[in-house]
């Protein structure tokens, strides 16, 4: 029988970086969240300690800071700088991939513009590079959503074990992790994009009678599609946030819709992809 190795990766995984831009007279702070994962011809470190092909990922950390310095701007061009660098400068390296969550920082208002607090979820770029092609993908990770109506879950299958009972109204929330592929690497307008997702994703939440969770995925991989023509693909994971009514009974109470408990596990987990018919293949865009 012979043994091989397979695919193998490494790299540095989630250096914080924090980037303050005094340039203006309302400071400007980009916090991200960075990974760099790495693969090539990396047989020898693997079969025989032999490490001469092998950028440490002290210096790929060390790389983050220093590309940094100058700015970092928009987190998916600051991606495809860092993924492009570490494919053109290293012989061994055929194949680049940058992870970025940015988190939000909204100024306090009166501070003219030096105070800040830090805001809810996480916007998120991946840049892939194989030396000739690059991949871009944008999304948001942690957007938590809710809906107090609108939403019921009903008609599924029953077996011996089935004790979850039919609804017709019910509280929806979900904790939104959505990523969706550019259609090209080529520089744009990345905040409009960003920005025209998110908000297509919300309102399709927001407006969709929900039958079930996975209605309403579907409904917002295609609403961020139809406002985003430079788009191709929109992959999301969305946690079924349960909310249950508490039974006031015991204490001589009704419970008119109004108090619940919000049930952090176990939990369902709704996975799916929409995308274009048409959709050029995704390539390394997902590796």
């Known amino acids: 029988m012979s043994i091989v190795l397979g695919d193998n990766r490494y790299g540095k995984a989630e250096t914080r970086l924090v980037h303050v831009d005094r340039g203006g007279q309302r400071h400007r ?44 701007g928009e987190p998916e061009d600051f991606a495809l700088r860092l993924a492009r660098h570490f494919v053109d400068s290293q012989p061994t390296i055929h194949l680049s991939r940058v992870s970025i969550e940015s988190h939000r920082w909204d100024e306090l208002d009166g501070g003219d513009g030096r105070s800040f607090t830090r805001g809810a979820g ?31 879950f009903g008609g599924f299958v029953r077996d011996r074990y089935t ?28 905040s409009a994009s960003h920005e025209r997702a998110v908000r297509g994703m919300l309102d399709a939440f927001a407006r969709t009678p929900s039958l079930s969770l996975q209605q309403t995925l579907y409904a917002m991989g295609r609403r961020v599609l139809e406002h985003g023509p430079e788009l191709v693909e929109v992959r999301l994971v969305l946690p079924n946030k349960h909310h249950f009514l508490v039974d006031l009974q015991p204490f001589g109470l009704d419970n008119p819709d109004a108090v619940y408990y919000a049930a952090d596990r176990p939990y369902g987990l709704i996975e799916g992809t929409v995308l274009r018919e048409d959709a050029p293949p995704a390539g390394a865009a997902w590796w």
């Open 122 to 152: 996480a916007r998120t770029a991946t840049a892939t590079y194989d030396g000739g092609k690059a991949w871009v993908v944008s999304g948001v990770s942690g957007l938590t959503v809710l809906n107090t109506t609108g939403s019921q």
């Open 29 to 72: 702070i980009s916090d991200l969240t960075v990974t760099t994962t790495l693969a090539g011809e990396l047989d020898a470190t693997h079969l025989h300690g032999d490490n001469t092909g092998v950028l440490p990922t002290d210096t790929q950390r060390n790389t983050v800071y220093a590309f940094a310095r100058d700015g970092v």
């Open 163 to 190: 004790t979850l009972a039919e609804t017709t109204e019910r509280i929806l929330a979900t904790a939104v992790t959505a990523s969706w592929r550019h259609g090209s690497a080529e520089p744009t307008d990345w």
